[in-house]
């Protein structure tokens, strides 16, 4: 039985638990239906608010983890090649990977007032520390022959290194960072966009809960699940294997 057959059985079987679950123990004010649910999906389309709330959120996203890749990834370089650097500044990124970066949100409004630059500022946070200390721990376990030839072979020191060795030696690591980032982006987006003035999932997610409206609240989350699971594996996981086997790192792949 292929993977692709087992989940689908699964999520048919979950669907009807689901549903059995909401008839027969009344759960209709905790919570709601499959059939509700997909009511729901299917109002928010036709009136346009859950597209709408999709296309802005997505927005935000990518602008805020392209952000924190660059700045996450450079970060990492400079931690794994100076250790002044790393001892110091690395020290403080460790730390600052623990605070989950809705706290910083008080500080963006302050900054920034509450609009689309605070939700910007604070889904960037979510992801550069991850990124930063996987690129740096990628960086770090580079085989140094892998350096010591490249050299040889008149790469030299500079941006030429990095981008032709140092990046593919390190992309095992530098993937897992681009996943947990984005689901660490998601969340600070998601809870920005809870507070913050705007469309987007968050703001509809908050407007369900005002209503009480929980088939509209469990579209949302659905919505979410299903965006990182399509971008996860239509996007990260080929472009792992792409790169993998164009630089001949496959038998690295975990």
Not at 26 to 38: A, C, I, R
Not at 55 to 70: D, E, N
Request: net charge positive; charged share 15%; proline share 3%.
């Amino acid at each position: 039985m292929s993977t692709a057959l087992r989940r689908t059985i699964f999520l048919v079987l979950l669907l009807i638990a689901w549903e059995a679950g909401f008839r027969i123990f009344g759960w209709g004010w905790k919570f709601p239906s499959v059939t509700q649910t997909l009511q729901a999906f299917y109002d928010g389309y036709v009136h346009g608010e859950l597209l709408q709330a999709t296309i802005a959120s997505m927005i935000r996203l990518i602008v805020s983890f392209v952000i924190s890749t660059v700045v996450g990834t450079t970060l990492g370089f400079l931690f794994a090649r100076y250790r002044l650097l790393d001892d110091t500044i690395g020290f403080v990124v460790v730390a600052l990977q623990t605070i989950p970066s809705i706290a910083w949100l008080p500080f963006a409004i302050i900054w920034f007032g509450l609009n689309e630059t605070s939700v910007i500022f604070i889904t960037a946070l979510g992801a550069t520390w991850t990124m930063a200390l996987s690129s740096r721990t990628g960086i770090k376990n580079i085989p140094p022959i892998y350096l010591r030839a490249a050299q040889t072979m008149g790469t030299g020191n500079g941006f030429k290194l990095f981008i032709q060795v140092m990046i593919p030696a390190a992309f095992p690591y530098l993937i897992n960072g681009l996943r947990t980032g984005w689901a660490f982006a998601w969340r600070a987006l998601v809870a920005g966009e809870l507070i913050a003035k705007g469309v987007g999932l968050g703001q509809l997610l908050q407007d369900g809960r005002n209503l009480g409206d929980t088939p509209l609240m469990l579209c949302i989350v659905i919505m979410i699940a299903v965006l990182g699971t399509l971008s996860d594996h239509f996007c990260f996981k080929r472009l792992e294997d792409k790169v993998l086997e164009r630089y001949g790192l496959a038998g690295s792949k975990s």
